[in-house]
């Protein structure tokens, strides 16, 4: 890699930039100022927003200052839906999702040193300024059948339900940050998700209309799977880094199961391996996809960077106990907490037969389908063969109090939980 810019192109981590050749002379020409604004409406931040922290990093990690900016002003407007208004949360609720998200920044840039990363909060200029302030210093700068092109403002205005001026004011909010932090740290470059360019040229625009000055940005493609579909997203719920929200054993689940058409990809994007370590990985993909190491080393990587070191031998012990290859009776009570919640199961009371309890749970469709299973040596409890059809769930088969994990075959897990 010659800059940061070239090893940004080959991670995958530029979609698009306002102007390519000036950003990489910025950027070349010695120490740039760098922010991202991450949106507190939900009190975690998510697997898009991991993307962008992971830009920031190797920003700071090239000798660049990094600010990350967390929307307490923006998060109680809401950036336009597409479909519908915002449902806008108190001012106490963003507060606390704004403290929330701080602290989860804390581990993943350097806080600390000559290059230590800025944590600012866009409420700090917001909140003083006045309604007649922002129309006559602000408002003024912006045209309105410039603003009516963005997508999702196009969309509702086309809606029976229309926009409201609350959320139609949010890109100019959005653009005031920009603005403030040109002023104030000599910002010349914003960086966000694709799905944001309006907002970040928005920003942009503001400044060189008020400045004079041509400031840059840069946004990184929405990472999808090989269907198109955006990553972090199950069945409508986000991959969230807060472990209350998400817990480090489905955390590290959701990388480890990654498609093998998509698993380069998010190694180059979201770790820091080299070209030739991916290389090699990629090659494993593609002889031995079975041996699944890409995921391994993704899944590892990862939850280490968001949980640390010890949530992730935690959860990888955690995931090789559940197929046979570690003591169940090893793990922490917190761990196997997690690893049975993300199991099918049912709740069964202590002295529950292990044939009413294998139908129970789902691992088969009936009682002499149990009895059948258990008589060919395929059931077991806690990795333990089940060779009696009369055996029944122990007070010490429940782990910790909490659960029996329940096998059908070598692949067919599920967790009798301690009703």
Known sequence: MTDIFDELQWRGLVAQTTDEAALREALASGPVTVYCGFDPSAPSLHFGNFVQLSVLRRMQQA???????????????????????????????????VERIQ??????????GDNAAELVNNLDWTAPLSALDFLRDVGQHFRVNQMIRKEAVARRLE??????????????????????????RRCVLQIGGSDQWGNITAGVDLVHRVEGATVHALATPLLVDSEGRKFGK????????????????????????????????MLKALTDRT??????????????????????????????RVHGADATRSVQAASEALFGKGDLADLTEATLRDATTELAGADVPVGTPVVEALVATGLVESR????????????????????DV???????????GVAAVLKRGRRNLAAARRA
């Not at 602290?103 to 600390?112: S, Y």
């Open 63 to 97: 000798g660049h200052h990094v600010i990350c900016l967390v929307g307490g002003s923006t998060g109680l407007i809401g950036d336009p839906k597409p479909d519908a208004e915002r449902v806008l949360q108190d001012k106490d609720t963003i507060a606390r999702s």
């Open 103 to 112: 602290r989860l920044v804390g581990p993943l840039l350097d806080f600390e």
């Open 159 to 184: 809606s029976e339900q229309g926009i409201s001026y609350t959320e139609f004011s949010y890109q100019i909010l959005q653009a005031m940050d920009y603005l403030e932090l040109y002023r104030s």
């Open 234 to 265: 199950s069945e409508g719920n986000a991959v969230w880094l807060s472990a209350d929200m998400t817990s480090p054993y489905a955390f590290y689940q959701y990388f480890l199961n990654v498609e093998d058409a998509s698993v380069v990809t």
């Open 275 to 304: 070209m030739d370590e991916i290389a090699e990985l990629e090659k494993q993909v593609a002889e031995e996809p079975y041996r699944r190491t890409a995921q391994r080393t993704l899944a590892a990587d990862v939850t280490t």
């Open 368 to 387: 002499n389908a149990a009895r059948r299973v258990i008589g060919e040596g395929g059931a077991s409890v806690n990795n333990v063969k089940v060779s």
């Open 390 to 400: 009369e055996a029944v769930l122990a007070e010490g088969d429940f782990l910790h």
